[in-house]
Structures are given as structure tokens and as C-alpha cells.
């Protein structure tokens, strides 16, 4: 049997629109405080997309920071998939407008998906099989999501949450000595919890009348509460069978990259497993739950302030909208 292909990430990038909203911008819309949103969450600002800067326009930012990072240009991309919970349109996919936005040639694949703020690693999961399979040589794969224009900024138990950005890895099976090798990944999703975070309104059970923007079915819905225990349970189990299947522990593991949600899931994860808080990316301060995004601006602003080394072990790990969680397993290169 043919040896399987080893699979590269060789370009990462990330982008975060310039206005940043802070917790007192905050205090000024909704009944909340600085202190408690501090204390609750762990975040300080968070930034927001300009009017009439949507979700193509972040992923495409990304996609272009991650394609000068992996050294090609849009022309090398074979494959685009976007996963994003705040689509441009419900269709077509979102990959469609970065693919006419970064000017990569029409004989490139789009693909999009909503899988939340796990989007990222099954991204990689997915780049992974089309690279093994051929003929795709780079996947282009982004995270990207303008959460504002779903963010009821009504209601503080979200709204002093939620952020924009994005994220994208350019995946390769080449060797180019730079980036990260991909060693294993674990995905799982658990429909009975979908609606515990979701955007009712839109779709085909609520399509858009009068009566569903009343009812404000068109912004993001999360029971906080629920999501919390689930976030806890979920990750801790996606690490666990990550480690499992790959045959490694924590202590072979130099950094881990949460899902930026909130710092007391980051906190209890990481005393539930026994992970010194000196080895998890912790960025949320900086830019509030970005969801698909998430992972990627955490893991590119480790990048930036130097935190890798030459085989150091990364883990980066997930929970989100589905309910879906996920981690992968890669081997820092340089
Ligand atoms: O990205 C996908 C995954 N998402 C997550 O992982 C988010 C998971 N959930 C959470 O992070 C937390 O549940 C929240 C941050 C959303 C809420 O924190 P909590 O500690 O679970 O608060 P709570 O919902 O239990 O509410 C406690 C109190 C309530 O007041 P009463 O009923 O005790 O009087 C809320 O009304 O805090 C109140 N509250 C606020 N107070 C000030 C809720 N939001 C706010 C707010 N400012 N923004």
C-alpha cells in the first residue's frame, strides 16, 4: 500500500478590521460593566468591521497575509473553502466572492461550510484528504466571520462577546521546510445541542417575514449557560482522544491554542487537564469570540510575538455552533 502523503501547513495569516469596541463603548449601549465583563469573560476590546465591510472582505485580508506567508500568490491556490457562520449571502457559498476578490482564476473549486468556531481544524481535516487524494497541491482555507451583523446589540449576555475577523493556512503536501506539519486531527459534533447556539431566523424553518424580524430571530441565539458546560466537556474530551489516537500526553505538548470564548473556559480546561496556563495562547483580551476566526488570530498572534519553536508540539482545540468540537496535532517546522 502507498505510503501516505504527509501533510503541511506552510502559510498562515489572519486579519482584525481597524475599529475596536471597547468594554466601556459597551457600557454606554447596554446595562453592563467593565468589571463585570472583565471578571465573567476575560475580555477588554474587540474589534468590528467597517460599514459595508463584509465577511468576503475579512477572509479575503487572511487568505492574502497567508498566501505571502506560504510564498505563492492566488494563482498557486487549487482549492478555496470558507467556513463562516455570517455568509455574505445564504448563497452562494462565500468562497465564490474570495475567490473573485483575491483574482485567483476560475478553474479553482470554492467550497463553503457553517461549522462555527471548530471551523478551522476541520478545515485542516478537509484540506488533509483532498491533498492525499490529488491533484489539489495548495488548499487554500479560511475562517472568517463578521459576527456584528448577527449580534443583537440589545442583549448583553452576547453582545459584549462577539467580534469580527479572520483566519486563513494555505495546506500543501510539499515539504517547504516552513510552518507546520499536520499529525493528526479529532472531530465530533453533537446535533442534539444545535440549538443552544444558533441563528433562528433566515432559513428555511423561519424564512423572513415581517413577524421573525420582530421577534429578532435574525441574530445569534446562545443559551451562555449550557454552551459553557458543553464548551468545558467537549474540548476536554476532543484533547483526550486527540492524545489518544496519536499517542502523545501533555507534557510532549509545548503550546495549546484554545477557541477564544471566554478565559474561565480557557482556565478550566486547562486545570481539568493538568496544562500549565504558560503553555495555552490566550489572546480574547485583545479580540473578544471572533468564532470561526478564533483560533487562527490566536494562533497567528503567537506566530508574530515568537512563541514557536523547531519542533515544539502544537495543539490547537475548538468548540462551537452544532454542537462541534475538534483539535488537531501539529509539529512546529520554523
Ligand atoms: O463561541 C462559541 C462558544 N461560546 C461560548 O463558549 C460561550 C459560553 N458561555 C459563556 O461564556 C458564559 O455563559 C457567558 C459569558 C455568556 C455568561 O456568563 P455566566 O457567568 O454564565 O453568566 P450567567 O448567564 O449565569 O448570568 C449571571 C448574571 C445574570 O444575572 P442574574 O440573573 O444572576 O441577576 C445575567 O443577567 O449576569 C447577568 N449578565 C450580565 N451582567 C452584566 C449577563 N450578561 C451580563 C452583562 N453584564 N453583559
Redesign the pocket.
Known amino acids: 500500500m502507498a505510503e501516505r502523503k504527509r501533510i503541511y501547513v506552510r502559510g498562515i495569516g489572519s486579519y482584525l478590521p481597524e475599529k475596536i469596541l471597547t468594554n466601556s463603548d459597551l457600557e454606554r449601549m447596554?446595562?453592563?460593566?467593565d468589571e463585570?465583563?472583565v471578571t465573567?469573560?476575560g475580555i477588554r476590546e474587540r474589534h468590528i468591521a467597517a460599514e459595508g465591510q463584509i465577511t468576503s472582505d475579512l477572509a479575503t485580508e487572511a487568505a492574502k497575509k497567508a498566501l505571502a506567508d506560504a510564498d505563492l500568490c492566488p494563482d498557486d491556490v487549487d482549492i478555496v473553502l470558507v467556513t463562516t457562520v455570517v455568509p455574505d449571502m445564504q448563497f452562494p457559498s462565500t468562497a465564490c466572492f474570495v475567490q473573485q476578490k483575491l483574482g485567483i482564476g476560475t478553474k479553482c473549486p470554492c467550497v463553503g461550510m457553517e461549522v462555527?468556531?471548530s471551523g478551522m481544524i476541520y478545515l485542516m481535516e478537509l484540506a488533509a484528504g483532498l491533498l492525499e487524494r490529488g491533484p489539489y497541491r495548495n488548499v487554500l482555507t479560511i475562517a472568517a466571520d463578521k459576527l456584528s451583523a448577527v449580534t443583537d446589540w440589545t442583549d448583553?449576555?452576547t453582545c459584549?462577546?462577539l467580534a469580527d475577523g479572520a483566519a486563513a493556512l494555505v495546506l500543501t503536501s510539499e515539504n517547504v521546510k516552513k510552518r507546520a506539519e499536520l499529525l493528526g486531527t479529532f472531530l465530533a459534533a453533537d446535533g442534539s445541542g444545535a440549538e443552544f447556539?444558533c441563528m433562528p431566523g433566515g432559513g428555511g424553518r423561519h424564512p423572513a417575514t415581517a413577524q421573525t424580524v420582530a421577534d429578532r430571530l435574525h441574530y445569534l441565539k446562545?443559551n451562555?449557560?449550557e454552551?459553557?458546560k458543553r464548551?468545558l466537556t467537549d474540548m476536554g474530551h476532543a484533547v483526550e482522544r486527540l492524545f489518544e489516537r496519536c499517542s502523545v500526553g501533555v507534557d510532549d505538548v509545548a503550546h495549546f491554542i484554545p477557541?477564544q470564548?471566554?478565559l474561565r473556559?480557557i482556565e478550566a480546561i486547562a486545570e481539568r487537564l493538568s496544562i500549565p496556563m504558560e503553555r495555552v495562547v490566550a489572546v480574547l483580551d485583545r479580540t473578544g469570540?471572533t468564532?470561526s476566526a478564533s483560533l487562527g488570530i490566536a494562533w497567528d498572534m503567537a506566530l508574530q510575538e515568537g512563541r514557536f519553536h523547531e519542533g515544539d508540539l502544537i495543539v490547537p482545540f475548538a468548540?462551537?455552533?452544532g454542537l462541534t468540537s475538534a483539535a488537531a496535532l501539529l509539529r512546529w517546522i520554523g
Open positions: 447596554v446595562d453592563t460593566s463585570w465583563i465573567r469573560t462555527g468556531c448583553r449576555s459584549v462577546l447556539l446562545m451562555g449557560r454552551v459553557f464548551a477557541h470564548a471566554n473556559i469570540n468564532s468548540f462551537g455552533a
